[in-house]
Structure formats: structure tokens, C-alpha cells
């Protein structure tokens, strides 16, 4: 990536896979009908929502990082990592959102290459937001990470993403879960009619 975008999302595409298929499961249970696959592109612009964007003509790069041997996501649509988000890009009321996929293949473990990509695309300075979404196993090491970054340069805007509040940072926080719903086409009458 030679090229910086003032606003960055960062995944672990693993991560947002395995919880998007949990929540799949418990929905489908919980209000009796079939939960479709998460949209996409729906998707990262509620991130990016909650990340603190806003309407208008900018530009947002999606970053979807993953173990090696996966050829894509099985609970999203689009997708492919190779034909379907990979240099892709799609345009919307809050900007162009562009995809980039990969893993660590030969390189380390993918652990260490989110936490390294992390570093990296946080220490660039054209770079103003960015929204991490970790394996929360990962947690106090991007925690830590973000404290390195916020120690350089404290102007940029950076928002984690997980499923329950975590102790502290220098970051906002926000859940997961809502923008997954969003992106499922699950509405919040349908859950507060459940309970």
C-alpha cells in the first residue's frame, strides 16, 4: 500500500467472520427466521458511522486481514478475498471505500502481522481515523500498540471495535455487534420484541 487514505479500517477478517456466524446462530434462534449473510459494504459504512465519519466525498480504506489457506468469508457477501473485495471498491453517501486483502503467509504469525499493520498504518501521518476491529484475544497488545501510536502523534482519531466494553485506552470504543446487526438486516424491534 503506497498510497495513504485519511481514513482506514483495520480487521481481522477471521474474527468478524466467527462472530457474524455467532450472531447468525443466536438471532435465527431468538426471533424465528433465517438471517441472511452480512452485507458487506453495509457493513463498513456502519463502522465507519461509529467510527466517526460523515457524509461526504472522501475516501476510506478496508483492510481485512486473514489466516492463510482462507479464500474468503463465509458469513459476508461479497465474499472472495481474491475476485470479490481485493481491489475493490465501492461508492457511497459517506465516500469510496476501498478493499485490500491479506495474510501473513511466510512472512509471521497473523497475530504479530495485525499488530505490525497496526504500528504501521498508524504511524503514517496522512492517516486521521482509523478503526481497528481485533481478535479480542489481541486486546492488551493492541491496546499497548494504540499507546505507542498515541505517543507519536496524538491528533489522529482512533476507534476499537469489540464485542463488550474493554478496560481502557487512548481510544474510543465501540461495539461490534450493532454494525454486524445492521449489516444482517436485524432491526431492534425485532430483539426488544423477544425480550
Given at each position: 500500500?503506497?498510497?495513504?487514505?485519511?481514513?482506514?479500517?483495520?480487521?481481522?477478517?477471521?474474527?468478524?467472520?466467527?462472530?457474524?456466524?455467532?450472531?447468525?446462530?443466536?438471532?435465527?434462534?431468538?426471533?424465528?427466521?433465517?438471517?441472511?449473510?452480512?452485507?458487506?459494504?453495509?457493513?463498513?459504512?456502519?463502522?465507519?458511522?461509529?467510527?466517526?465519519?460523515?457524509?461526504?466525498?472522501?475516501?476510506?480504506?478496508?483492510?481485512?486481514?486473514?489466516?492463510?489457506?482462507?479464500?474468503?468469508?463465509?458469513?459476508?457477501?461479497?465474499?472472495?478475498?481474491?475476485?470479490?473485495?481485493?481491489?475493490?471498491?465501492?461508492?457511497?453517501?459517506?465516500?469510496?471505500?476501498?478493499?485490500?486483502?491479506?495474510?501473513?503467509?511466510?512472512?509471521?504469525?497473523?497475530?504479530?502481522?495485525?499488530?505490525?499493520?497496526?504500528?504501521?498504518?498508524?504511524?503514517?501521518?496522512?492517516?486521521?481515523?482509523?478503526?481497528v476491529i481485533p481478535d479480542e484475544a489481541l486486546y492488551n497488545k493492541v491496546r499497548e500498540t494504540i499507546k505507542r501510536i498515541d505517543e507519536a502523534d496524538d491528533s489522529k482519531?482512533?476507534?476499537?471495535?469489540?464485542?463488550?466494553?474493554?478496560?481502557?485506552?487512548?481510544?474510543?470504543?465501540?461495539?461490534?455487534?450493532?454494525?454486524?446487526?445492521?449489516?444482517?438486516?436485524?432491526?431492534?424491534?425485532?430483539?426488544?420484541?423477544?425480550?
Open positions: 500500500m503506497n498510497e495513504w487514505t485519511e481514513n482506514i479500517i483495520l480487521a481481522d477478517a477471521d474474527y468478524i467472520d466467527h462472530v457474524a456466524f455467532d450472531l447468525i446462530v443466536n438471532f435465527e434462534r431468538m426471533i424465528g427466521r433465517r438471517i441472511p449473510p452480512a452485507d458487506m459494504s453495509r457493513w463498513v459504512e456502519c463502522i465507519a458511522l461509529d467510527g466517526g465519519l460523515r457524509n461526504g466525498e472522501q475516501q476510506t480504506t478496508v483492510v481485512l486481514l486473514h489466516d492463510k489457506g482462507k479464500g474468503g468469508l463465509q458469513n459476508f457477501r461479497p465474499s472472495r478475498y481474491d475476485t470479490e473485495l481485493n481491489g475493490q471498491a465501492f461508492k457511497g453517501p459517506l465516500g469510496e471505500f476501498c478493499f485490500s486483502a491479506y495474510n501473513s503467509e511466510g512472512m509471521t504469525t497473523k497475530e504479530d502481522f495485525f499488530l505490525d499493520t497496526l504500528l504501521t498504518i498508524g504511524s503514517q501521518k496522512e492517516v486521521k481515523r482509523l478503526m482519531r482512533i476507534t476499537v471495535f469489540a464485542m463488550q466494553p474493554m478496560e481502557g485506552g487512548a481510544f474510543r470504543q465501540e461495539i461490534l455487534g450493532y454494525s454486524l446487526m445492521a449489516a444482517m438486516g436485524i432491526r431492534g424491534e425485532e430483539v426488544r420484541n423477544e425480550k
